[in-house]
């Protein structure tokens, strides 16, 4: 068994085994950088006529690799494979699937540290958050593996209708799932999604995004290296539109599991209604925009701490990134002098090195977008307190670096406080009450993750139960919107952030990819 050891983030700033075996894995991994890749069907290699390529994010001279750019007969293939699939895979003992999905976790765990250096390069993510997302995505298989035997399989027995009886209630599999994933946690969420639909007897056909397509390959390998059906899973490779279209229409296709923006999400949604004879589920996460409080009774230097991680770890590219801080007037001043002064101190650079914390954005459309936002910043006649520039010299040439930066003054409507932005960029206001700070925070369409900093428990209470968020933390100075863990903190949104209510890594998230089927036999 290999080992299960947790290496959250924090857990990780402290361990000084890590580097050494991050830095062999990445000379390792040199060799292998600029091959072409395959789309797997049914388990058989396969290259379309066309390649993109997939650069480094620190540094766009890096060829990653070449993928097929897959087309809508290469999802049709993938589809009817998966649909030939599903009776096999569905039918096996649910014991056996669950001990399946926990060979995948050993597997890939026994490959954290190649798939670590994997996600810095096409990613960008720096050394300790990569290894954190692999070893993320590890806890996620084996705890959807724990939650399954601890439900048995979801069969429930029911009361009996009479005593000739045996009533039970089912949990079934749709089908054949799309997976549909983003680049900015290229192996937990594909893994945490795929997973959760294998577990449950469904078979699937993954798309990873095609800016970070490698660490989705390494878990393609390691299901099927773990006994997953080659007709179970797929992976397939190219644009996105290209493959949406495909899969919202088409009737094989029982259900899609989504992670990305809000117009993708939405547009998935209301397309495959459209497309489809009836309706079907649709679990996707799609953004948000995250606010955190800081109330007069915080401790200030657990605060800084915490909204600094959530507002720029990952260089502000989380769907849980703290994008609006709002502090409360008698200590604002304080707050941001501590805030400028700690984000100043961040070290931006080359993610492979082991000092950096802020990496580059992930693309050249992020990259302008942070400067157009910006711009935005300083046409309202906002304060730019600290950042507002990009990196160009010297180790910054190459890639698409931006320094992390603190706004003030911006009136609470300006479309900055409204639009998530994927970048390092944080909003801060000022409030008088907490009912005001409330209704600030809670002022967005969004609702995925939210923060509260105060020793008061009071505030605390009212803050939990006041705040319209799905994924909700107190006085968390490791990230104060970010950082959920499988089996600690389910990861799910409200309003447009999500569309079931069950949170990833949650008791109630394998739920999503099952429907009911009530069962009775009379006796006698």
């Not at 290229?186 to 294998?198: E, F, H, N, S, T």
Request: aromatic fraction near 10%; proline fraction near 5%.
């Amino acid at each position: 068994m290999a080992e299960e050891k947790k290496m959250t983030y924090v857990d990780l700033l402290a361990d000084e085994s890590i580097h050494g075996k991050y830095e062999r894995a990445l000379q390792e991994l040199g060799p292998e950088l600029g091959r072409s890749h395959p789309m797997y069907i049914a388990g058989k290699e396969v290259f379309a006529k066309a390649e993109f390529e997939v650069r480094s994010p620190f540094d766009t001279r890096i060829l990653v690799g070449k993928f097929s750019q897959g087309t809508g007969d290469h999802v049709e293939a993938a589809i009817v494979s998966a649909m030939e699939g599903f009776p096999g895979w569905s039918e096996r003992d649910w014991k056996e699937r669950a001990g399946i999905i926990r060979k995948t976790a050993d597997i890939l765990d026994g490959k954290k540290f190649r798939i670590a250096a994997l996600i810095t390069m096409e990613s960008g993510k720096n050394r300790y958050e990569a290894i954190a997302e692999v070893s993320e995505g590890i806890d996620m298989l084996r705890y959807y593996a724990e939650v399954y035997e601890e439900h048995r399989g979801y069969v429930l027995e029911m009361k009996p209708e009479s005593r000739a009886a045996e009533c039970r209630s089912v949990m079934r599999p749709h089908g054949v799932w799309a997976v549909i994933s983003p680049f900015n946690f290229p192996i937990a969420l594909i893994g945490g999604m795929a997973g959760g639909a294998l577990i449950t007897g469904n078979t699937v056909v993954l798309k990873p995004t095609s800016t970070a397509p490698c660490s989705a390959l390494e878990l393609y390998h390691a299901f099927i290296a773990a006994g997953v059906p080659k007709n179970a899973v797929h992976y397939i490779t190219g644009p996105g539109k290209m493959f949406g279209d495909a899969v919202v229409g088409h009737p094989g296709i029982a259900g899609i599991a989504f992670t990305g923006s809000r117009d993708v999400g939405l547009w998935l949604q209301r397309s495959f209604l459209e497309n489809q004879a009836y309706p079907k589920p649709v679990v996707s996460e799609m953004g948000s925009k995250n606010p955190v409080i800081v109330t007069a009774n915080a401790d200030l230097g657990k605060a800084v701490e915490g909204v600094a991680r959530a507002a720029f770890g990952y260089s502000g590219q989380k769907c849980s990134a703290a994008s609006r801080v709002y502090v409360h007037e008698t200590i604002a001043d304080k707050f941001l002098s501590a805030l400028r002064k700690k984000t100043e101190s961040l070290v931006v650079g080359d993610p492979k090195e082991k000092d950096t914390f802020i990496g580059p954005v992930i693309e050249r459309k992020a990259f302008d977008r942070y400067q157009e936002s910006v711009r935005e910043a300083m046409e309202a006649n906002a304060k730019i307190l600290t950042g507002g520039n990009i990196l160009s010299d010297g180790v910054f040439a190459h890639g698409y670096y931006v320094q992390p930066t603190l706004v003030t003054g911006l009136p609470p409507d300006h479309p900055l406080v409204k639009r998530e932005l994927f970048v390092p960029f944080l909003v801060i206001a000022n409030f008088s009450t907490l009912e005001e700070a409330l209704r600030l925070a809670n002022d967005t369409e969004y609702g995925l993750t939210a923060g509260i900093f105060s020793e008061d428990p009071r505030e605390v209470r009212y803050f939990f139960e006041h705040i319209r968020f799905g994924v909700t933390y107190a006085n968390r100075s490791g990230g104060a919107t970010t950082g959920a863990w499988p089996g600690s903190q389910s990861f799910g949104g409200w309003k447009a952030s999500g569309s079931t209510g069950r949170g990833v890594g949650g008791p109630y998230y394998l739920l999503s990819f099952l429907r009911e089927q009530a069962r009775t036999v009379i006796r006698g």
